[in-house]
C-alpha cells in the first residue's frame, strides 16, 4: 500500500529554465552556453555545481546567493514557474486520502517561496531545514519521520536517478521517476533508472490512478 507521496522540487514540481537562466546572466554567460555545460556535466556524472567552477574558477555557490539577493535579484520562483500537472495531481492524491509532502535540496529562502504557493500538500520542508542533503540516507529518514507511515508506505517522486530514486529506494521507500529536465533527460535510458523505479512516468498526473491500481493489487 501506498499511503504517502512526496515530491521533489527542481524539476519535479518546478521548471528551473528561468533559474538557471538568470545564473548565466549572473556569470556574464550566453544562456546557452551554461546550458551546454550544465548538460555535459550532469552526463559526466559530476556534480552540477562544478558547472559554475568550469565557468568561474573558484565560485561560490552560497555565497553568489547572498550576493545576487543584495543586489535586489534573489533566487525565485513562482506559480508560473510551477509545472501545469503540480496542482491538480497533488489535489487529487490528497482527495484520494493519500498524505501529500514536498521535500527536496532546497534553501530556506525556497523553502518560503514553496509554502507561500499555497500548494495542496501536508507538509513542505528543505535540506537547508534539516542541515542534511540528499543523496544523504539521513534526508529520506526525515522524510519517513515526517509522514504518517513506515517507509515502503511512501512513494517518493524525483527526476534524478543520483539523487532521488536510488537513495528513496535504498531505505525501503517506492519512487518514480519523472522524465523531465536535464537530469531525467540524460539519465533516463540508464540501466538502473529503467530497472529501480517503482513507475516511470512522463506527467505528474500518471501518478494517482498508478497509486491507486498499485494499492489494489496490495490489498
Given amino acids: 500500500m501506498i499511503r504517502a507521496v512526496v515530491f521533489d522540487v527542481g524539476e519535479c514540481l518546478v521548471d528551473e529554465t528561468r533559474e538557471y537562466g538568470t545564473w548565466a546572466d549572473w556569470l556574464g554567460v550566453p544562456r546557452h552556453t551554461f546550458a551546454a555545460m550544465f548538460g555535459a556535466v ?12 568550469v565557468l568561474r574558477p573558484g565560485f561560490d555557490l552560497y555565497e553568489e546567493r547572498e550576493k545576487r539577493a543584495q543586489a535586489g535579484q534573489p533566487e525565485h520562483f513562482d506559480d508560473s514557474d510551477l509545472y501545469a500537472d503540480v ?30 504557493l499555497d500548494l495542496p500538500a501536508d507538509f513542505i520542508a528543505t535540506s537547508d531545514d534539516w542541515g542534511v542533503s540528499k543523496p544523504d540516507p539521513a534526508f529520506f529518514s526525515h522524510v519517513a519521520d515526517a509522514a504518517p507511515c513506515p517507509a515502503e508506505e511512501i512513494l517518493y517522486v524525483g527526476d534524478r536517478l543520483d539523487n ?28 538502473e533508472a529503467v530497472a529501480v523505479p517503482t513507475f516511470r512516468v512522463h506527467s505528474l498526473a500518471e501518478l494517482p490512478g498508478l497509486v491507486a491500481s498499485l494499492s489494489a493489487e496490495e490489498r
Avoid: C, H
Wanted: no cysteine; proline share 6%; charged share 25%.
Fill in 87 to 116: 496542482r491538480p495531481t497533488l489535489a487529487a492524491l490528497r482527495d484520494a486520502g493519500l498524505w501529500v509532502g514536498i521535500a527536496g535540496n532546497q534553501t530556506v529562502r525556497a523553502g518560503g517561496i514553496l509554502r507561500s
Fill in 164 to 191: 532521488d530514486i536510488r537513495p528513496a529506494d535504498k531505505v525501503g521507500m517506492k519512487t518514480a521517476l519523472i522524465r523531465r529536465g536535464p537530469w531525467a533527460t540524460i539519465q533516463w535510458d540508464d540501466p
Fill in 42 to 53: 550532469i552526463a559526466q556524472g559530476r556534480d552540477y555545481r562544478e558547472t559554475f567552477q
